[in-house]
């Protein structure tokens, strides 16, 4: 396993487990994460990642292993650590009834920012979030994509070294999504080491390295494309048929009989996916065993997996 | 009436008369959804999907223009709609201290579903979302994909021929929203059901097999997810950067770009030649030191169409205000 040198690497986690009574939310993780990389996490909901950057952020205490954030161990020492590191939750921690510069400015002054410094860090977040002109709106009024770029300019008012992100962009559309992922980069070319949480596939595949957890434990980790050469089990192939959903159900059949070895068998609008161990041993026969039943087919063609597909393969042999 | 037309709207608008003025959620909407179809209705926030989908269901009244769902009127038939339409809303809540089961039976009385009836249907629908051991369950001590695996149950219990969804996958893992989206296929493909789903994930509209781009409350764009990803201006090179704002900047300025998108460190430009531009976009960035490396042309997704549809619509917008303004 990976060790990593807390006095060179921002995140540095070594056999991190935790767990509450017999459940084990994290188990044995260790990674660690370079200056400037934006890493992603990937997993199911209860795989682990919020418990992990609960640990990460000293707000609970492992059970065993060890955790590194610049080089403070987060159990003991969060309070050193806190004016270093920025934190945006699922739950944008937003003031409704505020207005989008009072949040700016209450967010700056608990993280003791006053006077000048205060002020053009305001101005900043403001410019950045693409928020002047609206910095009297109430909060309650701005959409999901200001919402989101406000959280995370209130989460970086003290200019962390290190920003944890727990699933940013839940509910927000992919124009404003795209514009987000701007501001992670922007925050990643000046050295700012991020760490995201994400349901996304698109997003994940934004990230220079992803990680994917399962039931508490770390199962892969690479970059997505080296993700996508080592961790895919079968072959995915496209199928286009003059009837897709006829040919949907002769699928699904055949997988329910044995008939033919299917992993995953799912409709993309005219197209059917079917992963199998071996494109092109199986090609003909899915081809063969849809024409004998009457459903012309286009054409079955082996296509490069999405990092979901990815995703999926590697969560089932888990 | 065309029985193969499951959902019709005309010129459908939906005003709302709020302190500062009024505000037009859907304007002007004409959509066709035929029986059998998965229509996915994709818009960035604000667009009007949630407001379309309610006044098709009749929940809203509608300001102007016509929708129906199987012939019957939205607002004038709400009763025989409610009896043959399934609907998940947005910020849906079951009762939580009531099981899966008693969710179920909830539900079907509702919809007045006899109870020999109700049984049988129950058991199949336990069946297919997969929530057979945990029948028992009380619904608020569910995960967040099983809450909605229960959910699209729930509005199956009266056998409905029409589906709306109001994106319904919000908040769920990848796992559990393909594992929903496979129980949309199958719904599909074994009982023929019409589907219309509201979604801001641009890989769910590609598993619709029509789908209409909503902004501002219009539709501007509707067809199959095949032809929408040819809605972009050229073809689509990628590449990063070594100076990721400047090559940005520059590139934008040469000749022959037609679009330029950001997807993380890479840049996504879209071009009228792709071995031209190529070269000439190479040459350009090295006058100035900055190296490109893993440059490829790609094929569009849907996001990058979505992307380019909403922009160009902007900048349309944005003209037009200036030809009103001068």
Redesign the interface.
Known sequence: MTVGDPSKHPIVVQDLTKKFGDFTAVDHISFYVQRGE?YGW??????GKTTTIRMLLGLLKPTSGRAFVLGYDPATQAKEMQAHVGYMSQQFTLYHDLTARENIRFYGQAYGLSGRRLRQREAEILEMAGLVGRERVLTANL???WKQRLALGCAIIHEPSVVFLDEPT???????R?EF??LI?GMA?RGVTVLVTT????EA????RVGFLSRGRLIALDSPDQLKRTYMRGQVLEITADD???A??LL?QAQREGRLPLKEV?????QVHAVVPDAALYKADIAALLQQAGVEVVSVEWIAP?L?DV??SA?KES | MDTEITIRTTNLVKRFHTRQGDVTAVDGVTLQVRR?E?YGLI????AGKTTTTRVILGLLRRTAGESQILGFDSMRDAYEIRHRVGYIAQQFALPPDLTVRENLEFFGRLHGVDTATQGQRIAELLEFAGLNEFERRQAGRL???MKKKLALACSLVHEPEVLLLD?PT?????????EF??LL??L???K?VTIFVCT????EA????WVGLMYEGKLIAQD???VIKTMVPGRLLEFIPSE?VAAKHLVASMEGILEV?????MLHVFVDDVVRRRAEIEARLAEQGITCSQMREITPRM?EA??SL??RQRLRTAEDGADDSG
Request: proline share 7%; with cysteine.
């Open positions: 934006v990937l997993g199911p909901n209860g795989a959409s999901g994509g839940a509910g927000v559309d992919p124009i404003s795209r992922w701007d980069y070319k349901h996304y596939m698109d595949e934004l990230c220079q897709p959903d006829a949907m159900k699904l799912a409709l993309y609008g005219a999405t979901e995703f999926i969560v | 059998g998965t818009g960035p926030d604000g995960s967040g994909g994106e919000l908040g769920v893992d990848p796992v559990s929203r393909r989206w496979n296929g199958y599909r493909a074994e023929g801001p994930y641009m890989d590609e598993r619709c097999t199959t997810p095949a990721f998108q950001t997807y993380g460190v996001e979505f992307i909403i922009r």
